[in-house]
């Protein structure tokens, strides 16, 4: 069969997903321009010889509606013949893109896409397009639906992680992060945000707290405890869905959850004839995809299962695997990744995650995808593997293996 | 004879007027649908008509429907019965819709004639559903009268548009509490709610009508549905308020009704989706919901249980062919908890009463909890100072027994030691008349052994009240073997006097209703010991449909209590005592002074004034959590059989002589899973044979105490339902 090849990838910065965030003024047609323009300067690529361009982004209304990953074809240099698809699997769209790229390359259908994905969170907010599953009572009560951080603490009650281990999690991050950047790790991704000038607007990820400690954490107020216990009172649908627990404990706040930003990454997909053809030398092999469909009420447990299905898959095993990107969407999922497979957390988010940078929901994807194929070749190890938890009840991974 | 009557006036005002011969409450009936349709239609045709007044010949507009057709209309649906439903409710949608459109021209909105509603006093359900099509509702001020759709306490919603009309009218938020709670109002807040248009003074009920209806110009006729700028109150789903409203909506409902309630979930579906469409594409969906709760069986239960059958047994479908019992003057023995309250209900009936103890503070205090009362009734506006004063009027509080000198009825409700249960009952009877009823409240004592201590055991008989009095609505009649009839009648009658629900049971140990509650709670205390999870028990019974948890439960009756009953149990089985393994866990817990809420500590934790804090975790040491945990199900039937089968066992044993009573008892009781409609209705709703097969499940894994009774074995192999076999009575439905 036809293998399919990571030939480069690339992101912009994240910037504070407020209206006082750097990329607030910056369109999400313009910031997906932005990683699409790169990659072709960068590579110096023909697109035409790009078959589709496949866009991750969750909340598709307002301006990343009406298939904003054709608009952001339109809005950069790329040829008009590329045609665009927007897609949507929640957290997990931007690795979704990647991995129906390399699928289409490895079942022959082109020779290159371009795969990644834009969240402008800050001017699309999150949420802001519906969506039956939290209103619809035949849905929503038979599910037992709960927001997303009422899930990350049903985790954290179900295995036992305390507020302290979330914490620890969370510094553990902003510190990672803040080494990773000023010993210049993700130069090589990195594509500053600049106006129609060319004047730089953003350069690096806004959203970091370097310095962060346990004690700065502690005064933090859990974030859904209100919900939870009062209005309208989430618990009690948990404790329905979870009966043998009598309580849920609230342990996630804002300093160890991830971030919301704006940001856009992109990765360029090919066979290897593609590389052949226009001189580009393939970084990494895609070894192996997986998606997975799990519990929707406790929701974010995803990357466990999906992670055996993509071993199993792939006949490996989990000591196959060098360095691991799980995504930061809250401090449990990356504890229960952790403690489900027994790994060392030195091979876990080695240059920081989400919880530091933050999480700008259709790009984080290809772009924790990125930060492992760097961190792979920086460290000169072979195989990493990537995964996010994914709204109501999903998982992805990604296993790639360097050439 | 028919249900409506229909009459025009020289100004060309026609009244349909709503009065249901034989009954002194209008409902609706199948008959009476058809009979308003024909009316309508000649209102609408006839050109001397300018518009039309609904009311009713009786001092109130209507009930509601019919349940009876209600329980009916699947079981009468034919081959295709949910079709059969929907089709019905359809065509009641289209007599409303047609008095709601009132023949104008639905381009223009003109030319259309006025349908008011003129209410004298309560209109609840389709009593309130067809006003809420017409174009005007003007009620009476009548402070008495209740306007309300209460249709989910019964197991299903509004069904006729009431629920699409009031959302559109009040918008999902402000609709909710009537809807989904079933709150009625008074005519002046059901006006501030915006449930109605207009309230006037009963004398001018009829003017105002007419003269609103003679005043009506074409845009009156256009319900804000109906208008092309139409925007729901408080935004519809996809809205950004709305959408909050309704992500709250479903987790109150399901939170709130533990998910075992249907009628509730569909309620909110019918909500949700009509929010999303045009009015009529709403009430279409409204009907598909509607139906979908009439075909569950839970719907059906619940009416008949609730409603039918509750009210058969407060009507006296058990009472013997005696005359009139009614109680003039009660004595009350005994004035601590269950004699105050006693006393409370009666009095507050219009009953005399005179309370006992054998000190006259003790009796002083007994008649203070009434004041208690009465004073929290004053602060919520139910209670003016001169019915408080008329209530405490009727208690007389003393020691002395010559006080009860003319009662006909005694409740004795002392401690529950025959010897001194047998002096005050020798006491009370040298002073009471001859024909006088002696009642004692005993729980736990046989009526037959205590019955020895009296003169007249024929006049003898339980009545036992359920804590606190005037909250519970069960009363517990218990027949011994000698007593008569006419102690079974004054009991009923007095029981209905103080409008509470009685059943009538015969003497065994322990009556009905703790017959099945205490294996309830040692279900779940064995559990305990097993190394359940705690929390995992008790969220189990409420996911079922409980009140209270088995640990919750046993908290509340204190655990002392508990054991002092096993002790007596084990005393009177020998060795056939089957529950030496609850008393492991029971014992020890007294002996660790954990006796439940009144010592602060119990299977709960609490803090200094009672509050529940959370499971003792002192559990966990003592009882360690087993590795493999059951699941949620086995868990649920281990807690439903043990009462269930307890509840076959009775009427088995002839202790229950009425599944009706069995059902009813059960729910008002001790709060069975009212959405099953009572024991014997969910072993119809899951059929004999898978019964015994749970059964033979759980004995298999847990013991003896599960196995069926050979009733139920029976029922199983000739597949027979207790309402089949045993509903022979006709009032049972």
């Known amino acids: 069969m036809t293998e399919a090849y990571l030939y480069d990838a690339c992101r912009t910065p994240r910037g504070k997903g407020k209206a006082d965030g750097a990329l607030h003024e910056v369109s999400a047609p313009r910031l997906s321009a932005t990683v699409l323009n790169a990659l072709k300067h960068r590579n110096d690529l023909d697109t035409r010889a790009i078959e589709d361009v496949i866009w991750g982004n969750v909340t598709q209304v307002a301006e990343q509606g009406a298939c904003l990953a054709r608009t952001a074809v339109l809005a950069s240099e790329f040829d008009e013949s590329v045609p665009g698809l927007s897609i949507n699997r929640?957290?997990?769209?931007?690795?979704?893109?990647?991995?129906?790229a390399a699928n289409q390359v490895k079942g022959g259908a082109g020779m290159a896409y371009v795969a990644g994905g834009v969240e402008c969170m800050s001017r699309v907010p999150m949420g802001s397009d519906g969506g039956a599953i939290a209103v619809d009572p035949s849905i929503a009560i038979a599910k037992y639906f709960v927001p997303q951080g009422i899930s990350a603490d049903i985790i954290a009650t179900e295995f036992g992680f305390t507020r302290d281990q979330a914490d620890a999690l969370a510094v553990e991050s902003q510190k990672r992060a803040a080494e990773?950047?000023?010993?210049?790790?993700?130069?090589?991704?990195?594509?500053?945000?600049?106006?129609?000038?060319?004047?730089?607007?953003?350069?690096?990820?806004?959203?970091?707290?370097?310095?962060?400690?346990?004690q700065s954490l502690g005064s933090l107020k859990p974030s859904f405890k209100d919900m939870g216990e009062v209005m309208p009172g989430f618990d009690r649908i948990a404790i329905m869905k979870y009966p043998h627990l009598e309580r849920i404990e609230h342990i996630h706040h804002?300093?160890?959850?991830?971030?919301?930003?704006?940001?856009?990454?992109?990765?360029?997909?090919?066979?290897?004839?593609?590389?052949?053809?226009?001189g580009l030398r393939p970084r990494a092999r895609i070894r192996a995809t997986a998606k997975i469909g799990t519990d929707p009420t406790i929701m974010l447990t995803g990357p466990v299962p999906v992670t055996e299905k993509i071993l199993r898959d792939s006949g490996m095993t989990i000591g196959d695997i060098d360095l691991f990107e799980v995504n930061e969407a809250f401090a449990a999922v990356v504890l229960r990744f952790m403690q489900a497979f027994d790994v060392d957390p030195a091979r876990v988010n080695v240059n920081g995650g989400a919880i530091a940078m933050g999480h700008p929901l259709g790009a984080t994807g290809a772009i924790i995808l990125g930060t492992l194929l760097d961190e792979l070749e920086r460290r000169g190890l072979g195989t990493g593997l990537a995964t996010l938890c994914i709204g109501s009840g999903m998982g992805a991974a990604t296993i790639i293996e360097r050439v | 004879m028919s249900d409506f009557s229909y009459s025009v006036d020289a100004d060309g005002v026609a009244t349909i007027t709503w009065d249901v011969p034989g009954k002194s409450m209008n409902v609706?009936?199948?008959?009476g649908f058809v009979q308003l349709d024909g009316m309508v239609d000649a209102a609408l045709a006839d050109p001397a008509v300018k518009g039309v007044i609904i009311t009713s010949g009786k001092k109130d507009f209507a009930g509601g429907m019919d349940l009876n057709v209600i329980a009916r209309m699947k079981d009468e649906g034919g081959a295709d019965p949910a079709r059969a439903v929907f089709e019905g409710v359809m065509s009641i949608h289209r007599i409303l819709r047609k008095i709601e459109l009132a023949g104008m021209d639905r381009k223009t909105q003109t030319g259309g004639?006025?349908?008011v509603a003129a209410l004298p006093g309560t209109a609840m359900g389709i009593g309130l559903e067809l006003p809420l099509a017409c174009h005007r509702i003007i009620?009476?001020?009548?402070?008495?009268?209740?306007?309300g759709l209460p249709e989910i306490m019964v197991g299903i919603f509004p069904g006729a548009g009431g629920t699409t009309r009031l959302v559109r009218k009040l918008g999902a938020m402000a609709a909710a509490p009537f809807l989904l709670e079933g709150k009625t109002n008074e005519p002046k807040k059901a006006m501030a709610a915006g449930i109605i248009d207009e309230v006037v003074p009963a004398d001018r009920l009829m003017a105002r009508a007419k003269e609103w209806v003679l005043a009506a110009k074409d845009a009156d006729l256009v319900k804000v549905w109906d208008r092309k700028d139409y925007?729901?109150?408080?935004?519809?789903?996809?809205?950004?308020a709305g959408f909050m409203t309704f992500l709250g909506a479903s987790v109150m409902v399901h939170a709130n009704t533990h998910g075992v309630y249907p009628a509730a979930k569909a309620l909110l579906s019918a909500i949700y989706e009509g929010a999303l469409v045009p009015f009529d594409t709403a009430l279409r969906i409204e009907a598909r919901w509607f139906t979908h709760v009439l075909m569950n069986p839970s719907s059906g239960a619940m009416i008949r249980s609730l409603f039918l059958n509750k009210e058969a047994l407060e009507k006296g479908a058990n009472r013997p062919a005696v005359a009139d019992e009614k109680v003039a003057k009660l004595g009350v023995l005994g004035a601590g908890m269950m004699g105050a309250g006693i006393a409370y209900v009666s009095a507050s009936a219009g009953i005399e009463v005179v309370l006992i103890d054998a000190t006259q503070e003790a009796a002083d205090r007994g008649k203070a909890h009434s004041a208690d009362l009465l004073d929290k009734g004053m602060k919520r506006g139910a209670v003016t100072a001169?019915?408080?004063?008329?209530?405490?009027?009727?208690?007389?509080?003393?020691?002395?027994?010559?006080?009860?000198?003319?009662?006909d009825l005694i409740l004795e409700a002392v401690f529950e030691d025959p010897a001194v249960k047998a002096e005050v009952t020798a006491r009370a009877e040298a002073v009471i008349p001859q024909t006088a009823i002696f009642a004692t409240n005993t729980s736990t004592l046989p009526i037959g052994e205590l019955a020895k201590a009296s003169m007249r055991p024929g006049q003898f008989i339980g009545i036992h009240f359920f804590s606190p009095v005037d909250r519970m609505m069960l009363v517990e009649i218990i027949k011994g073997k000698a007593t008569g009839d006419r102690a079974v009648a004054k009991a009923l009658d007095y029981v209905r006097q103080i409008r509470k629900t009685p059943i009538v049971v015969n003497d065994a140990r322990f009556f009905y209703a703790n017959r099945c509650i205490i294996p309830y709670v040692n279900e779940g205390m064995r559990m305990v010991g097993e190394g359940v999870a705690p929390a995992l028990i008790e969220n189990a019974a409420k996911l079922v449909g409980m009140p209270l948890g088995p640990l919750q439960l046993v908290d509340e009756t204190a655990l002392d209590l508990g054991a002092k009953i096993a002790r007596a149990t084990k005393a009177a089985m020998g060795d056939a005592y089957p529950d030496s393994a609850v008393d492991d866990i029971l014992f020890w817990m007294v002996d660790q002074g954990r006796i439940g809420r009144k010592a602060r500590a119990g299977f709960y934790a609490y803090d200094e004034t009672g509050k529940r804090l959370g499971l003792w975790e002192g559990l966990a040491q003592k009882f360690p959590r087993a590795l493999k945990q059951p699941e949620l199900g086995e868990v649920q039937h281990r807690l439903l059989l043990a009462q269930v089968l307890e509840a076959v066992r009775a009427l088995e044993a002839g202790v229950l002589t009425d599944i009706r009573e069995g059902d009813v008892g059960a729910i008002l009781g001790w709060g069975f899973a009212p959405w099953s409609g009572g024991p014997f209705s969910w072993l119809d709703m899951i059929g004999a044979a898978r019964a015994v097969e749970i059964c033979d499940g759980l004995t298999s894994r847990h013991g003896r105490r599960f196995e069926a009774p050979g009733l139920l074995r029976d029922m199983a192999a000739t597949g027979q339902t207790f309402y089949g076999r045993f509903a022979s009575r006709p009032k049972a439905a």
């Open chain 1, 90 to 100: 929640f957290c997990a769209s931007g690795l979704e893109a990647v991995n129906l």
């Open chain 1, 180 to 214: 990773a950047w000023a010993d210049g790790r993700f130069a090589r991704s990195i594509v500053p945000v600049r106006d129609v000038n060319g004047i730089e607007i953003l350069g690096h990820d806004e959203y970091m707290r370097p310095g962060t400690d346990m």
């Open chain 1, 254 to 278: 804002a300093g160890n959850s991830s971030g919301i930003v704006d940001g856009a990454a992109a990765v360029l997909v090919g066979n290897r004839a593609f590389g052949e053809k226009y």
């Open chain 2, 28 to 31: 609706m009936s199948q008959a």
């Open chain 2, 113 to 115: 004639k006025p349908f």
């Open chain 2, 139 to 147: 009620a009476a001020d009548n402070p008495g009268a209740r306007i």
């Open chain 2, 231 to 240: 925007k729901m109150p408080g935004g519809t789903p996809y809205h950004p």
């Open chain 2, 386 to 407: 001169e019915k408080k004063a008329e209530v405490l009027g009727r208690i007389t509080a003393t020691t002395d027994y010559a006080a009860l000198a003319g009662c």
